[in-house]
């Protein structure tokens, strides 16, 4: 097992060494610079029917210096925190500040944004874990599964368990530490009839070990996944109604995000540019961060710049209430930083939910999609184009699994024609959000 982590002593060891760095950097003449230093450590391991395949150790840590000569900007990194390696990153970035060309509005985020309140969020939850104890819940896990009737092969089943320290400080005084911890378990199993091969997967995943699935339901409900695809065939080519599984509903919330974000929109490489006010949704529908939530995925007092996370209603009532800002792209199109520098964090939906059964009834006769594979998502036009698996339903009801299909639309088409959010949420990520239906997409198979 590796060295047992200290994040105490890491959180001291990087706040010195970024207090270091910016000290450096005003003596070396910059007029204003900023530090991000982290350290993560973790174990991984994978089994593959019955067998250990391998078994990861891991040390990562670096420091990043971004520094400001005037409107001038220049930026390092380096992964060696070293009083040597810091002195070489910051006067690296500074001779790139030098050359680099004026920008009217780089600089760091504004003083009276820095973040005030810094609580505990607890989103650090170390696992004791030795490497015999994590491949004993992997072999469980992957077990579980291969002891489910029809289950004929194994792609394996993984366990990861890490923690990390990271440090943001800047020459505005603002110095802000964060501890946390992420783990995981997964599982990946094969069956086959004689219509071919299928396979699926199930996993679990939190900042608490202790809320982790079991393992062996995470193998079983991977196998139960993959037996109901056996049989698959295409469906018919025609215009229907969609249900997206929480799991797949979330990339359209992913989507949705990608569009309100600064950058694509003062590069007016976002479908929703100049949008802010209209609607988008249907009224029923509203969608905001948590930033602050406890023990949360992605929860943080501040952002990538050290401003203050708030809660944002990015929609309400169906219109865009709120774009997601970092100091940098606010001031390119002339607002105030929704403190998102780095994204949004824990994305939650406020609307009424129905249960994936009254879901499918509403949709009588189109496709539940349970995978999506491509990249066919064009966030300049909203276009969107996916190949696609899951299963025909008839009258509402679950008919066969269907493979080998496209499914088209217009990402804007589909947010103005969401049916509804179904309660079956998944909250293993940062964005939790239960199936969508919506009302018509173009399908082409068979």
Known sequence: MAQAFDASSQQALLTARAEEALALAKRLGADAAEVGASVDQGVGVSVRLGDVETVELSRDQGIAVTLYVGKRKGSASSSDASSASIQATVEKALAIARYTGED??????????MATELPDLKVHYPWALTTEQAIDLALACEQA?????????????????????????????????????????????????????????????????????????????????????????????????????????????????????????????????????????????????????????????????????RNNRFIEQGRIASYMLSSYSARRLGMQTTGNAGGARNVRLDAPLQTRDALLKTMGRGI???????????????????????????????????????????????????????????????????????????????
């Open 368 to 446: 539940w999609v349970t995978e999506l594979m491509g990249q066919g998502v064009n966030g300049v036009t909203g276009d969107y184009s996916r190949g696609a698996a899951g299963f025909w339903v008839e009258n509402g009801e679950i008919q066969y699994p269907v493979e080998e299909f496209t499914i088209a639309g217009n990402l804007e088409r589909m947010f103005s024609g969401l049916v509804g959010i179904g309660s079956d949420i998944d909250t293993r990520g940062s964005i939790h959000t239960g199936s969508w239906l919506v009302d018509a997409m173009t399908v082409a198979g068979s």
């Open 104 to 113: 009217p509005v780089a600089g760091l985020a504004d003083a009276d944004q």
């Open 145 to 309: 599964g291969r002891d489910v009737e029809g289950i004929s092969q194994s792609e394996g089943a993984s366990l990861s368990s890490g923690e990390g320290v990271r440090v943001y400080a800047n020459s505005h005084g603002f110095l802000g530490t964060q501890k946390g911890s992420s783990h995981s378990l997964s599982c990946m199993l094969i069956a086959q009839d004689e219509g071919g091969m299928q396979r699926d997967y199930d996993y679990t995943s939190a900042r608490n070990p202790q809320h982790l699935r079991d393992p062996g339901e995470v193998g079983r409900e991977a196998a139960a996944r993959t037996l109901r695809r056996l049989g698959a065939k295409r469906p018919p080519t025609g215009t229907f109604p969609i249900l997206f599984d929480p799991s797949l509903s979330s990339g359209l919330v992913g989507h949705l995000l990608g569009a309100l974000a600064g950058g694509a929109l003062y590069r007016q490489s976002s479908f929703l540019c100049d949008r802010l006010g209209t609607p988008l949704f249907p009224e029923w529908f509203s969608l905001e961060e948590r930033p602050m939530e406890i023990g949360a995925t992605a929860s943080t007092p501040f952002d990538g710049e050290g401003v203050q996370t």
